[in-house]
């Protein structure tokens, strides 16, 4: 299953997700040049967090990150690598899917909130992620990038604002594709759920791959401070619009525009 879209209106226009899908792409273009070896290898070993760096359990330890390139843990930490990490990713796969979530996701919870405060809200979850992350495997020598621990804390967001907002998913049911609405809550539901079975096996093992606990870190974050960052005049003039539209749906007949029988 993929989601293709929520029916889900906003108030404004989200100039801070579209924003932070800009500058993904472009630390993925300028800083990761697009994934080539060795800017992709340079990136994750310099601005990647390297959770048994931060705690000092893997000093010295080697990771090859590819044929030219071996990251060696240093002894002092840089301090910028939480939340430059999550701005960076690992391939052109890992940054489409993550910003189309962010796209989907993101406009409803920014609405939610203001654009100021969302900021806060995405580099909160961001890093509540990457400790997350941390706290699952402290002495792993691995490098961790990616904006999906982030994303993550927006879906938790979403689905305590929104849980009855239809998603439409595309589904693959063999050679056959079809497309489903469900409600935000299950969708949801069952991708967290998924990231916390991917995670059990990987507790204190030092292995490369998705990183689950950051996915589950940033969406357990989302889901508790959306109460704090969530402005509730913003959140019910979303709801009177919701209302009003859905009005609008129900008095519109098939065929004939808005309010009119056809003839």
Wanted: charged share 10%; proline share 8%.
């Amino acid at each position: 299953m993929f989601p293709l879209r929520d029916e889900n209106p906003t108030l404004r226009f989200p100039a801070v997700t579209i924003g932070l899908i800009v500058l993904n792409v472009l630390a993925w273009l300028v800083v990761q040049r697009g994934g080539e070896a060795t800017a992709l290898g340079a990136s994750l070993c310099d601005l990647g967090v390297i959770p048994g760096e931060l705690t000092g359990r893997a000093v010295g330890e080697a990771v090859r990150l590819s044929p030219e390139l071996v990251c060696v843990v240093d002894a002092t930490p840089a301090w910028y690598t939480p939340l430059t990490s999550i701005f960076l990713h690992g391939g052109w796969l890992h940054l489409l899917g993550n910003m189309w979530f962010l796209w989907i996701f993101g406009n409803n919870v920014e609405d939610s909130m203001g654009r100021v405060r969302f900021v806060a809200f995405y580099l909160l979850c961001g890093l509540a992620a990457v400790g997350a992350q941390v706290l699952s495997n402290p002495a792993s020598p691995i490098p961790m990038v990616g904006a999906s621990g982030a994303i993550g804390g927006v879906m938790g967001a979403y689905v305590v604002l929104y849980p009855r907002a239809p998603v439409v998913l595309l589904v693959f049911l063999g050679f056959f594709v079809t497309t489903i609405r469900v409600p935000a809550f299950l969708m949801l539901g069952y991708w967290f759920l998924l990231q916390l079975l991917g995670g059990l096996p990987q507790l204190g093992e030092s292995t490369g791959g998705v990183a689950f606990w950051a996915h589950v870190g940033g969406f357990a974050t989302g889901m508790a401070a959306i109460f704090a960052f969530r402005d509730p005049r913003l959140v019910a003039a979303h709801h009177i619009l919701i209302a009003q539209q859905e009005g609008l749906a129900r008095r519109r007949p098939p065929g004939g525009p808005p309010g009119r029988r056809p003839w």
